[in-house]
Structures are given as structure tokens and as C-alpha cells.
């Protein structure tokens, strides 16, 4: 089997089902998804790494009609919240207008491939999906 490698380093692929992890600051339990050397809520530099539900709601989206030459337009750009952790991603498996995305949508976190170099290693992504 090739080996399949995530987009970012907070998607976790080999822990049975894929999830995201967060940086929990262990004083305020303020959550980030980059390294920090210090909490941006609170200034504490203790940290810990946990799960992120799987699970969320759409808090905000926008349909996104321009961008960058090469990357297909229309698509879902949105903010889940996910049991109190805020994550930005695109919505997919969804038709990119407001009859299909609306906010408090119930939404599931989806991976997909993105490619593959020559010697088949995979790089995957991550979006959500609507519950159905």
C-alpha cells in the first residue's frame, strides 16, 4: 500500500479514523492548530496536544468565486465550530450556493486525495461534509 501523507500536520491519519489535534494551552485551554511558543489568550507556554470532535456546525461561510489560477472556483470556504474549537476549512460534497450552504449546517470532517508523485505517495486533505 503507498504511503498517504496529510496536507497539514494537524490532520492525523493513523489513529483509526482520520481527526484534527489542537494545541491546548494547559492554563486557559485556548486551542491552535500552528506551534506557539506562548498562548496568544493568556501568554502561558504549557501545551498540550488533544483531539478535535469530528463533528460540528457551520458558524460562518463564503462562497468563493475568484481566486488564484489554478485552484477550481466555485467553493465553500467556512469556520466550524467543532464542540468549542473553531476550525477553517472548505465545505465539499456540497453544491457551492446558499440553497445547499447555510449557517448551523451539521457538518462532518471528510478527507480526500489531492495526488500523487511517482512513487504513489498520496497527499491528502480535509474538508466537511454535510451530515446527512
Known amino acids: 500500500m503507498a504511503e498517504r501523507i496529510p496536507m497539514v500536520d494537524y ?4 489513529d483509526g479514523e482520520p481527526h484534527l489535534v489542537a494545541h491546548e494551552c494547559t492554563a ?3 486551542r491552535f492548530f500552528d506551534r506557539r511558543n506562548a498562548c496568544a489568550n493568556c501568554f502561558a507556554t504549557d501545551f498540550r496536544t ?3 470532535a469530528t463533528e460540528g456546525t457551520v458558524r460562518t ?5 475568484f481566486a488564484a489560477p489554478g ?3 466555485p467553493f465553500v470556504a467556512s469556520v466550524i465550530d467543532c464542540d468549542g474549537t473553531q476550525v477553517r476549512a472548505n465545505l465539499v ?4 450556493d ?4 447555510h449557517d448551523g449546517m451539521k457538518v462532518r470532517l471528510s478527507t480526500y486525495s489531492l495526488g500523487a508523485d511517482a512513487e504513489g505517495t498520496e ?3 480535509f474538508g466537511f461534509e454535510p451530515v446527512a
Not at 98 to 101: G, K, L, R, T, Y
Open 71 to 73: 485552484v477550481p472556483v
Open 28 to 30: 486557559c485551554g485556548a
Open 123 to 125: 497527499a491528502i486533505g
Open 11 to 14: 490532520l492525523v491519519l493513523d
Open 50 to 52: 488533544v483531539p478535535v
Open 98 to 101: 446558499p440553497e445547499h450552504a
Open 61 to 65: 461561510f463564503t462562497i468563493v468565486t
Open 93 to 96: 460534497n456540497v453544491e457551492p
